[in-house]
Nanobody, 123 residues
């Protein structure tokens, strides 16, 4: 059974940091590109970052560029999203997803999704 499990979400003050993790099981995660997406209440799911399977090429949305960093540890089949300088508008449910092929910020090409982890940025 393929599973992606996110962790690391929580409540943080504006300007703070969080690191999200995405651990895969039932699939060989190093073969997959990884994407991070988020969904705020009443809004569509937004692609915010992605990383390729082997060479580690990365992409970021304009909304998080310079503040978030995506990385992966293929030996431990885990991907990460380091989030810094968090803002209230970063609040939402964060999902990781895995896909064959190149990384992408569009959600429709992803084969597997995690259940999501809540991130709340509030004073």
């Amino acid at each position: 059974q393929v599973q992606l499990v996110e962790s690391g979400g929580g409540l943080v003050q504006p300007g703070g940091s969080l690191r999200l993790s995405c651990r895969g099981s039932g699939l060989f995660l190093p073969h997959f590109a990884i994407g991070w997406f988020r969904q705020a209440p009443g809004k569509e799911r937004e692609g915010i970052s992605s990383i390729s399977s082997h060479l580690g090429g990365t992409r970021y949305s304009d909304s998080v560029k310079g503040r978030f960093t995506i990385s992966r540890d293929n030996a431990n089949e885990t991907a990460y999203l380091q989030m810094s300088s968090l803002k209230a508008e970063d609040t939402g449910i964060y999902y990781c997803a895995a896909r064959w092929g190149p990384p992408d910020l569009l959600p429709h090409g992803y084969n597997y999704w995690g259940q999501g982890t809540q991130v709340t940025v509030s004073a």
